[in-house]
């Protein structure tokens, strides 16, 4: 007898790729109208993707139910952006380069969806994050032992920096059409140099 799970799968055919293709349409439109409208309505998305109103309550029931899937949606491309990176078999600040520009062009692309994947009331969302956030400490963590970081560095507070260094250069992308790779140096060099000068007193 099949599990839970097992008849889960099963229940849910895979689409067709013209559908996938509708589907992919209807959720950038959706991320588009979202993102200058949060209260715009499923009317409204149906013609900024160019098709019937139908179409979109045909796969999204509500408009609760299209917001639930464009999160999981960018939950997923924001997994795989960092999955793509191979950060465990990458030397390390290469890969922190990757996994920035990666994530940047995710951030920049699904801008509204991603605002929202951080709700922990979304479980893949949470998931995505939690596992995120454990790739991201094993990376600084490999950082620093391969030097590129201090070997006294906090990765608890260096991961938190580097954070609030990739949201705001997504905000950035977002606002001024920024490319994603020139937008990652900029953050891995403030996380790794900052902007003291070299001969600047330390604090002991």
Not at 32 to 54: D, K, L, S, Y
Not at 78 to 83: G, L
Not at 153 to 179: F, K, N, P, S
Request: net charge neutral; charged share 25%.
């Amino acid at each position: 007898m099949p599990t839970a799970q097992q008849s889960s799968q099963l229940g849910k055919r895979p689409l067709r790729a013209d559908s996938e293709r509708t589907v992919r349409t209807i959720l950038e439109a959706a991320e588009r109208v979202f993102a200058a409208n949060p209260a715009a309505t499923m009317e409204q998305v149906a013609q900024a993707a160019g098709v019937a109103r139908t179409t979109v309550h045909r796969r999204f029931a509500t408009r609760e139910a299209l917001l639930e899937e464009l999160t999981g949606w960018a939950a997923r491309q924001f997994a795989e952006a960092v999955a793509s990176a191979h950060a465990d078999s990458t030397p390390p600040l290469v890969a922190l380069y990757q996994v920035t520009a990666n994530v940047l062009r995710v951030k920049t692309n699904w801008w509204f969806a991603m605002s929202r994947t951080g709700d922990r009331a979304h479980p893949e969302a949470a998931r995505v994050h939690a596992e995120v956030r454990d790739d991201c400490e094993r990376l600084l963590r490999r950082a620093r032992e391969a030097g590129v970081l201090r070997p006294d560095a906090d990765l608890g507070w260096t991961r938190r920096v580097y954070y609030a260094l990739i949201h705001e250069a997504a905000a950035e992308g977002v606002a001024e059409g920024g490319d994603a790779e020139a937008l990652a140096t900029r953050v891995v060099d403030a996380l790794l140099r900052g902007f003291g000068s070299p001969t600047a007193p330390v604090i002991a």
